[in-house]
C-alpha cells in the first residue's frame, strides 16, 4: 500500500470510529484531509524542494564545513559506565538527537542516526561535522527506541536496519510500513496518535503533540505523524521533543497533564534563517521557554553541531542558549548543554 494510501486507511478508521460514538463526533485536529497538520499554524507548502532552494540557490549563507570542525565539544564516551549503570537514571548525548537513557535495566535510544549523512543516499547530502559518540557495536542492549518523525537526519534506514528487531520500535501513526519495507519484523513496531499511553513493563510511554512536519520526498508530505515522547521508568520523567516550532498552547498542556518532568531533551539548534524555520524549529530561547512550559526541572539541549542542516555557526546555540537563560531568569544548572559522548547522571523528583 502507497504512503497516501496508508494514511487514507487510518483517517478512515478514525472517521469510522467517530461515526460510532455519535453524530456530533469529529476527527481530532491534527487529522486533516490532506494528511497530518499541526492544529495552530496554517499549512504551507514546505517541502524538500523548498529547503534545498533555500540553501543552494537563496541568498542564505550556511557554515563553512572546514571552519566548522573542531568547534564542537567532543569527549570519549564512558564505556564502563554506560555498560554497567548505576543506580540513578542516566543520559548519554550520542550526537544530533540521538539520545541514550538508563534507568532500572531499561534502556530507551532517541532518534537514532549513526550515518555519516542525513540523507537518502550514501555519496551527498549533509555530513557529520561529529561522529556519533558510540557505534552501534558498543551500544547496551536496547530495549525501546522512539522516532520522533520520518526527516532524514531522526529516521535513518541504515541505523533502524543496524539495530534490527532487538529493540521495540515506537513511532508516530503511518511509519510501521515504512519498518516493514526496512526489514524490521511488523510485531516489533508500535504505531501512536498523540496523547495515546501505553506500559511496557517498568516503561510507560505517551506520545505528545509538537509542531512539525513530515516528508521522505516531495511526494509524501504529511502522511505520517510526528510526535514528542513522554517517558516514566518507575519515579524517573523524560520528555524528548524531536523536531518543533513553538506554540504555548501544546507545550502548556503537555506539562498540565503529564508534567513535571525530571528531563527534557530539548533541540537548540537549526533555527536559521528564521523566516524559514520559525513554525517548525525553535531557536534556543524558544526551547527555554519550553522548558518552562512543560515543567521541566532539568533541560539539555541537543540537536546541534552533528549536521550542517541551518544557516546559524555551528557553534552558537550553546552562546544563545546561555542569553536566553539570562533573560529568562533560568539557571545553567537548569538547562544545560553536553560535550558529544558526554553522560549526565540525573537526580528524581518522584
Not at 532518534?111 to 557529520?128: H, L, M, N, T
Not at 513493563?201 to 514528542?228: K, N
Amino acid at each position: 500500500m502507497s504512503g497516501a494510501g496508508r494514511c487514507g486507511l487510518v483517517l478512515l478508521l478514525a472517521g469510522l470510529a467517530c461515526c460510532a460514538a455519535g453524530p456530533g463526533a469529529q476527527l481530532p485536529t491534527h487529522h486533516g484531509e490532506e494528511g497530518f497538520r499541526n492544529p495552530y499554524v496554517e499549512r504551507k507548502k514546505t517541502s524538500p524542494l523548498a529547503y534545498w532552494r533555500m540553501r543552494w540557490f537563496g541568498d542564505v549563507e550556511f557554515p563553512d564545513p572546514e571552519e566548522a570542525k573542531g568547534k564542537i565539544p567532543v569527549v570519549a564516551a564512558d564505556l564502563e559506565r554506560i555498560r554497567q549503570p548505576a543506580g540513578p537514571p542516566q543520559v548519554t548525548w550520542i550526537g544530533h538527537a540521538t539520545v541514550l537513557i538508563q534507568y532500572r535495566g531499561v534502556n530507551v535510544l532517541t532518534d537514532p542516526i549513526f550515518s555519516e549523512r542525513a540523507s537518502p543516499v550514501s555519496f551527498a547530502g549533509p555530513k557529520r561535522l561529529t561522529p556519533p559518540a558510540l557505534t552501534v557495536g558498543q551500544l547496551p542492549r536496547i530495549d525501546f527506541v522512539v522516532i520522533s518523525h520520518n526527516h532524514y537526519d531522526h529516521l535513518d534506514r541504515p541505523s533502524v536496519r543496524a539495530l534490527g528487531d532487538g529493540p521495540r520500535w515506537l513511532v508516530p501513526l503511518g511509519l510501521k510500513a515504512w519498518f516493514a519495507k526496512a526489514g524490521i519484523d511488523p510485531a516489533r513496531v508500535e504505531e501512536f496518535d498523540w496523547w495515546q499511553e501505553r506500559r511496557f513493563g517498568e516503561l510507560t510511554v505517551t506520545a505528545t503533540p509538537v509542531q512539525h512536519w513530515s516528508a521522505r520526498s516531495p511526494w509524501d508530505r504529511y502522511e505520517t505523524l510526528w510526535a514528542g515522547w513522554a517517558l516514566q521508568i518507575g519515579n524517573f520523567s523524560a520528555w524528548f521533543t524531536g523536531d518543533t516550532g513553538y506554540n504555548e498552547h501544546q507545550f502548556r498542556e503537555i506539562g498540565e497533564r503529564l508534567g513535571p518532568f525530571d528531563l527534557a531533551l530539548l533541540p537548540i539548534g537549526a533555527y536559521a534563517p528564521r523566516w524559514f524555520m520559525q513554525e517548525v524549529h525553535i531557536n534556543p530561547e524558544e526551547a527555554v521557554r519550553i522548558h518552562r512550559d512543560v515543567r521541566a526541572r532539568h533541560s539539555i539541549g541537543i540537536q546541534w553541531g552533528g549536521f550542517i542542516l541551518t544557516a546559524e555557526p555551528v557553534d552558537e546555540p550553546p552562546r544563545e542558549l546561555a542569553a536566553a537563560r539570562r533573560k529568562l531568569g533560568i539557571a545553567e544548572s537548569e538547562f544545560e548543554t553536553l560535550k558529544v559522548g558526554e553522560t549526565r547522571v540525573l537526580g528524581v523528583g518522584r
